[in-house]
């Protein structure tokens, strides 16, 4: 059985430039050289638009993709593309909005609706019995560790933020010391921690490395993600799959962070002694919150008195 040759679109294109690149003119060496020192830019520009960056023509442009063995540069164009499809994708709606005339009040009331929209077909599609399970297995941990990098190392941030008063020790992995620090951290997880990893389009290679590293442990995995296609979802016990549509941008951090706030809520709700524990924790950080030198106003002097009274 003879093999076939690779065509264009199933050969990596830069290794189909750095092939090429002997046989090509002293014009499309360059723009070969230009194109493999910045895949990603130039998988985002318009035919004219790279032609410019090299100081060449349409014409030259179209006539490097042919000499790689393309029909076009539209054909060259979509195999660039290929691979970079989930981080472009933003890319070429904000390319394509600013061709189109919108005032600032109907990109801003756009914005809203798909925030909205992406809420309500969470909500429609959530799985109740995951999200229980979910809730369970946070109470169940004896540590709760959450992971996220990109944007979400902020959402992490957020997640342990809520979740502390109500757990004994949660720890986020997201920011300090980095990535070999949270493995550190991760060394020692074992059966009875949990870890939760929030995972968006941009996949982070890191957050996937760690999570699968710390299953690998026997540590139990909770996935918030987009899809069950999610890499996170190979290998998490539980994947809550959260709809993050954004017209300008790769994601909707909106709709996470509301899910995100759901599950600390439900925590709370479950949680014993969780009362106490948020009383506890509001006046601990009392001094925080209230400037000392503030006055309060008569009614609130008259009110906390007659408490005080009510006492003794």
Known sequence: MVASTPSPADEPISLRIAAAMPTLTPIHRRMGAFVLANLFRSATMRIDELASAVGASVATANRFARALGFDGYPAFREALVRGFEA???????????????????QVFDASLEQAASNLQMTRSALDGDVAEALVEAILEARRVFVLGYGASAFLAGLMEHGLTPYCANVQSLALTGGPSHAARRLFNASRG??????????YVDDTIELARLAAGHGVRVVA???????????????????????RLAANCDTTVLAVIEAICDAVAHRAKRSVEAASGLTEFVLPWLVK???????????????TENSKT
Do not use: H, N
């Open 87 to 105: 981080t472009i994708a933003p890319v070429e709606r904000l390319r394509t909005a600013r061709e189109s005339p919108a005032s600032g009040t």
């Open 193 to 202: 921690d949990l870890l939760v990893a929030i995972a968006f389009p941009r």
């Open 292 to 306: 000392p030198s503030m006055q309060l106003s008569p009614a609130i002097t008259r009110v906390a008195a007659k």
């Open 224 to 246: 918030l993600t987009d899809s069950a296609a999610s890499p996170l979802a190979q290998f998490a016990d539980l994947t809550l799959t959260i709809r993050t549509e954004r």
